[in-house]
């Protein structure tokens, strides 16, 4: 427990210390898709390493302590990068809705995968290695879906929040300036509405 203890106080300092360069590194740059797909890669990858690496009774807990360490300043990548591209698309004008939408998902998604990873477990016991095989799936999944994401799609000066609106072009191909994405239309095509009012009106 003491091992586990020291593995996990050491993955959230390495967050806390790379959370500022993470930030600045994907509002700089223009690759954000491409940085946020490595990222989860690393970790995935990472995730795997520890889990076919370790040792008992730690007998290696300082190369453990050097993986989680790397994980961490890794894993910092990831919300900003998310948060991003989501506004590179959608404009801070449609930040707030969009972002319940992803965290709405993103705990659905999380259940799934504990569920599936408890099951597994379970079903496997003692030998519940297998269990870690949920990790590149879920991978090959976010992977998948942010190769859909066209680099026209992102406004990187909306991203940078610059300006409140995005300008990417919607399914059709037409400019969205002063446009907010809503994507969860009924036909399934991100449809634009009129930014400029929801810009306009006080927030409570």
Avoid: W
Avoid at 21 to 37: E, H, N, R, S, W
Avoid at 104 to 127: D, K, Q
Avoid at 148 to 154: A, K, V, Y
Wanted: hydrophobic content about 45%.
């Amino acid at each position: 427990e003491k091992q586990v203890g020291v593995m996990f106080f050491v993955f959230g300092i390495s967050q806390f210390l790379f959370q500022a360069p993470a930030g600045y590194i994907m509002d700089y740059t223009d690759k954000k898709v491409f940085c946020l797909g490595l990222a989860c890669l690393l970790t995935t990858a990472i995730t795997l390493l520890t889990a076919t690496t370790a040792q008992e009774f730690g007998a290696n807990i300082g190369f453990m302590v050097v993986l989680k360490f790397l994980q961490g300043g890794i894993t910092a990548m990831i919300p900003p990068g998310l948060n991003s591209i989501t506004q590179g698309i959608v404009g801070s004008v449609g930040m707030t809705k969009q972002v319940s939408e992803n965290e709405m998902r993103n705990h659905f998604g999380t259940a799934i995968i504990v569920l599936t990873g408890s099951l597994i477990a379970f079903g496997t016991y003692p030998n519940i290695g297998i269990l870690f095989v949920v990790s590149p799936i879920a991978c090959a999944g976010v992977i998948y879906f942010l190769s859909q994401i066209r680099p026209e799609d992102i406004d990187h000066d909306a991203a940078r929040g610059l300006k409140a609106t995005s300008d990417s072009p919607d399914a059709e191909g037409n400019s969205t300036e002063n446009t907010e994405y809503k994507l969860t239309g009924p036909d399934g095509v991100p449809a634009a509405a009129d930014a400029e009012s929801a810009a306009a009106t006080p927030m409570e």
